[in-house]
């Protein structure tokens, strides 16, 4: 199985967006591909049980199917940061716990999962741990999602040499521009071609209504799957 694990320069910047289209990419190339949300704030109480929206979306362009919460083992409902939101439910996450999870839950046929973080890389887990911990204890490649916008030059050199620092491998990144009206939006992306030492997996333009399927085909899945 091949694990990636999707950050983003910031949030609301359109890391779902791309991770949902990264599932369906791999999908439609006939893998047998899962996104999962290890840890999801803000969610809203469904016939009883709290569920995310970015983890239904994930569920949505997958091509295995899993219950809800192997998908997302912790999901808390204020959308504010999650060691914040998992402090006042008094739910304790830590990565070890998760890597368990989902070396119990998921099927050994899987071609290709797709975590997805939330926030940032440094977004707090709890007092010690953040999602770098996450990622670095399940040993998953990573894809940066940048969010084209007025900072992401020093936001994503940032999260590239933060990723690199702690040793796991930088697969690729995406640009995303969530931002119709960015200005200097072509240099801006061609300082950022400059700068990153990585392969630019795709550029996802501007979008109203950004459906997975919409989304993948600005994407270079044999960048991920050969």
Same mark, same amino acid.
């Given at each position: 199985m091949k694990r990636l694990f999707v950050t983003g320069t910031d949030t609301e910047i359109g890391k779902t967006v791309v991770a949902t289209g990264l599932v369906r990419a791999a999908a439609g190339a006939g893998y047998r591909t899962v996104g999962l949300k290890p840890v999801a704030a803000g969610c809203e109480i469904i016939n009883g049980?709290?569920? %995310?929206?970015? !983890?239904? $979306?994930?569920?949505? /362009? #997958?091509?295995v199917d899993l219950d809800y919460a192997t998908v997302n083992p912790v999901a808390l409902e =204020?959308?504010?940061? =999650?060691?914040i939101a998992a402090k006042q439910a008094r739910v304790s996450i830590n990565s070890g716990v998760l890597k368990t999870h989902y070396e119990r839950n998921l099927p050994d046929d899987i071609d290709l999962a797709v975590f997805e973080g939330a926030g940032g890389w440094f977004v707090p887990l709890n007092d010690y741990e953040t999602f770098e911990d996450f990622a670095l204890v399940m040993e998953l490649d990573v894809v940066l999602v940048v969010g084209m916008k007025l900072g992401c030059i020093n936001? !994503?050199?940032?999260?590239?040499?933060?990723?690199? /620092?702690?040793?796991?491998?930088?697969?690729?990144?995406i640009a995303n521009f969530p931002d119709p009206s960015m200005d200097v939006a072509k240099e801006n992306l061609e300082t950022l071609?400059?700068?990153?030492?990585?392969?630019?997996?795709?550029?996802?333009? %501007?979008?109203? $209504? =950004? #459906? !997975?399927?919409?989304? #993948?085909?600005?994407?270079n899945i044999k960048a991920i799957m050969p």
């Open positions: 049980v709290l569920v %995310n929206d970015d !983890a239904r $979306q994930l569920m949505l /362009a #997958s091509n =204020p959308a504010i940061a =999650p060691h936001h !994503a050199l940032l999260s590239v040499r933060a990723i690199r /620092a702690c040793g796991l491998s930088l697969l690729g990144w071609m400059d700068r990153i030492d990585g392969p630019l997996m795709g550029v996802v333009p %501007n979008m109203d $209504q =950004p #459906s !997975a399927e919409a989304v #993948s085909k600005h994407l």
